[in-house]
């Protein structure tokens, strides 16, 4: 169930967790709670480029759960930073299995992708594992450093749950007829309890200004520097940092 990374300090992180978005009452809600708390982690961050407060909830393998976190992506550097604390979370699945737990604003590094927008993801396992995992996500602007980010989960999984590595991995985002809505698919192997498991997924963004306009596919790249995943009892703790590089593709 547990597994601790040993890189990367987090005390930044862990102090400055804004304790007023720990149990939102509900999407309804969390637009005043999180930004209530902008200042708070805005202030500690001051050189992130883009900070996202995320609100989750789901149900996995019939159990419902909820919870919240905070992402930092700086764009100079291209390195990623995120937390999610989650309640009453499965004891038959783990967080680093799936994706996108945070933020989707990994997004915001593809030039044509930014503003509001939605994203509707299926998640697949093969090789080890089994089962498919829909994910819907409601990206807000507050500030042009800011977001607002609404996660929803519902599935199911079977299969092994002891993570021990996750390899780097790789997402692809194309045009399609629609200039505001763009197709992404992408696959990461992880080594899960001995077994490898592929975690594979496909989806769209839908661009909500509707000037808008995406054109040139690209591709990210993504290299998980550290991580560290706990689940007591059902509550639970996702940390990970991230590298990330983008590409023009074909």
């Excluded at 299926?122 to 089994?130: F, N, Q, T």
């Excluded at 002891?162 to 692809?172: F, H, K, T």
């Excluded at 000037?211 to 550290?226: C, E, I, N, P, T």
Aim: charged share 20%; hydrophobic share 35%.
């Amino acid at each position: 169930m547990d597994r601790k990374g040993t890189q990367w300090d987090r005390h930044a992180l862990k102090t400055s967790w804004p304790e007023n978005v720990e149990n939102p009452a509900g999407n309804n809600d969390i637009m005043t709670r999180v930004s209530s708390s902008i200042e708070q982690v805005a202030g500690l961050f001051a050189n992130a480029r883009i900070v996202a407060f995320t609100h989750i909830s789901g149900s996995i393998n019939g159990t419902t759960f909820y919870g919240s976190g905070i992402g930092i992506l700086d764009t100079n550097t291209s390195f990623s930073w995120n937390k999610v604390v989650l309640h009453n979370f499965p004891l038959d699945f783990a967080s680093p299995l799936c994706k996108s737990w945070k933020c989707k604003r990994h997004s915001n590094l593809v030039p044509g992708i930014d503003g509001d927008y939605d994203v509707d993801e299926v998640i697949k396992y093969s090789a080890g594992a089994e089962g498919e995992i829909l994910s819907h996500a409601s990206v807000r602007v507050v500030t042009p450093t800011i977001r607002i980010v609404i996660n929803r989960f519902t599935g199911w999984y079977k299969g092994p749950i002891n993570v021990q590595e996750i390899r780097p991995y790789w997402e692809e985002y194309r045009p399609t007829d629609n200039p505001n809505v763009v197709s992404h698919h992408g696959e990461r192997t992880s080594i899960v309890s001995g077994t490898e498991v592929t975690t594979a997924w496909t989806g769209t963004i839908k661009l909500l200004d509707p000037k808008a306009s995406f054109s040139q596919a690209h591709r990210l790249d993504y290299v998980m520097h550290d991580w560290s995943w706990h689940n007591e009892g059902g509550t639970a703790e996702y940390f990970k940092v991230l590298g990330l590089h983008i590409s023009r593709t074909s």
